[in-house]
């Protein structure tokens, strides 16, 4: 199974910026989509953004415009870069990829924005 693991969140204030990274334990990694998912307290897990292994990205509407997706397949590493940050914006945010049918998760990194 695939280990990925989440770094770079923090607390930051309204308008400010962060940029997740994930990185993956293979190179295997580049050969799959990736998303960016977070969850807030008592809320659902959601996809925030998500990259195929071609590069072709999706977002959430309410990130699109301040959050972009990217990965550098030579660190086997997934980035999410989040621009004008909103006190929505806190949750935990986590990476995930399915290889072959496998969903890897990693274990989350805290980001909360203030007012």
């Known amino acids: 199974q695939m280990q990925l693991v989440e770094s770079g969140g923090g607390l930051v204030q309204a308008g400010g910026s962060l940029r997740l990274s994930c990185a993956a334990s293979?190179?295997?990694?580049?050969?799959?989509?990736v998303g960016w998912y977070r969850q807030a307290p008592g809320n659902q897990r959601e996809l925030v953004a998500r990259?195929?292994?071609?590069?072709?990205?999706n977002y959430a509407d309410t990130v699109k415009g301040r959050f972009t997706i990217s990965r550098d397949n030579a660190k086997n590493t997934v980035y999410l870069q989040m621009n004008s940050l909103k006190p929505e914006d806190t949750a935990v945010y986590y990476c995930?990829?399915?290889?072959?049918?496998?969903?890897?998760w990693g274990q989350g990194t805290q980001v909360t924005v203030s007012t």
């Open positions: 293979g190179s295997i990694f580049r050969f799959y989509a």
């Open positions: 990259i195929t292994s071609d590069d072709i990205t």
């Open positions: 995930m990829t399915n290889i072959r049918g496998i969903a890897s």
